[in-house]
């Protein structure tokens, strides 16, 4: 059953099969956490979410079109709620000010990656939803454009234009670690 599909799965899952939820359980809760926490900026928040959308799935199986793929529904799943939470104007404060606090704590490292990877988080951090959405999909979970698409809605022209205006301004904000600066 380990090799069965998502989609597979997800049909066995509609008609009480456990080991075939453990299994998808284990295949994407850690990416899913780690996705919903790009929006939440704390761990415990986005396991929370993430066992919610796994909630919903076994309560609801029948919401997932069979003819779909399932990443792209648990995705765009998790993302909706990780929206949704944020659109909460009290949350959004609690998050913001937790992240600043975490920010503060972090050890500073003089290596050249350790910078760079902390100025992408920093930058990462005035990106706006879209731009977190596209930048997390296709650069940390790898996925094609078209099911970016899918995910974010979007059209996929939408999709290519975004990530293009988005590393553009990458690039221009971390210009200072390449040779060329």
């Not at 792209?72 to 659109?87: A, H, P």
């Not at 404060?93 to 503060?104: E, F």
Request: aromatic share 10%; with cysteine.
């Amino acid at each position: 059953m380990k090799q069965a599909t998502d989609e597979a799965l997800m049909q066995l899952i509609s008609k009480g099969n456990k080991a075939a939820l453990e299994i998808l359980y284990e295949r994407y809760f850690d990416k899913l956490t780690w996705f919903a926490q790009q929006y939440t900026y704390d761990l415990h928040l986005a396991e929370d979410m993430v066992q919610d959308v796994f909630i919903k799935l076994i309560e609801h199986p029948e919401q997932f079109d069979a003819t779909k793929k399932f990443s792209t529904w648990v995705y765009s799943l998790t993302g909706n709620k990780c929206k949704n939470l944020l659109r909460d104007s009290e949350n959004r404060s609690k998050l913001i000010n937790s992240q600043s606090q975490a920010n503060n704590t972090e050890p500073h490292s003089l290596h050249d990656l350790e910078l760079l990877k902390k100025e992408i988080r920093n930058e990462f951090k005035v990106m706006n939803e879209k731009e977190k959405s596209l930048f997390v999909l296709r650069f940390e979970h790898e996925l094609p454009i078209k099911e970016i698409a899918e995910i974010t809605q979007l059209p996929e022209g939408s999709v290519k234009s975004g990530i293009y205006y988005l590393l553009k301004k990458l690039a221009k904000n971390l210009n200072r670690f390449t040779h060329e600066s």
